[in-house]
């Protein structure tokens, strides 16, 4: 079932709604100025006939045309006054309205209308906890898409790759708990990022420090997929840098940072 079916009549009725506002905006942009004429005159555009135009500078009657232009005066006729038109567009009460929808469809989503929008104007812990309620329903469907799709795929793989004799794994096509152990995977993704990065890399310090979590496990969190190879690059950087006899020169607010966090240490 696709990710938008509870919500599609919504989308499609937000969608009129859209298209009707853009399209009374536009054509009340067309009204500027009225002529009101008293009963029994015959109003301006029953002076016209099919044939004429509204460029003609005079009707067949003598009725005179009105332009609209920078610094224009102009003298009504007998029995004449402006009216300004008014059509109320863009419509007041079209965000308020438009904001009630989207957050009706987050919620059939389980995505918070702040992401769904991508419009983050509260502050910092008003939208990080958006993100990550946003990120409790992301990880269930990326956990339904491993389990349903790439696993099989890759245990098909794997089971054609043994057979043919391409890889070689004891056990696999003997013991079904061998095989299971063969196949298993851990499948990432793209990371969740950071919204305030001196916040949360010290709270990543933190977990680290005490055990919570992995250095795997943070390096996805921020964006980072392969930790393994981050750490085979950085060996290699730190041996040029010593090989050159260069050093990385540590700023104040690094070694602040750093003595923050081993207060916040000592404290938990």
Known sequence: MPFLAPVMEQLKQL????????????VSSFFTVFIKKIA?????????????????STTDQGEKEYEMRSGNMITLGENEEIDIADPKRPNDAFEP?????????????????????MWFSNNYSASRGAILEAWK????????????????????????AVTSGRIVAPGFLTDPTTKLAWCGS??????????DPMKETKASILRLRNNLSTYEDEAQAIGNEDWEASVQRLSREDKLLQELELKVNESTETEDF????????DKV
Do not use: H
């Open 258 to 265: 750093a003595e923050d966090v081993t207060e916040d240490v």
């Open 40 to 56: 029994g005159i015959r109003p301006l555009s029953e002076g016209f006939t099919p044939e004429q135009s509204l460029q003609d």
């Open 97 to 117: 309205f438009f904001l009630a929808i989207v957050k009706q469809l987050g919620s059939a989503l389980e995505v918070p209308f702040e992401v769904l929008l």
């Open 137 to 160: 329903t992301f990880r269930m469907y990326r956990s339904w898409f491993v389990d349903d799709f790439c696993q099989p795929v890759y245990e098909e793989f794997l089971t054609e």
């Open 15 to 26: 969608t009129r709604l859209s298209d009707s506002e853009l399209m009374g905006a536009l």
């Open 186 to 195: 851990r499948w990432g993704g793209v990371g969740q990022g950071q919204i």
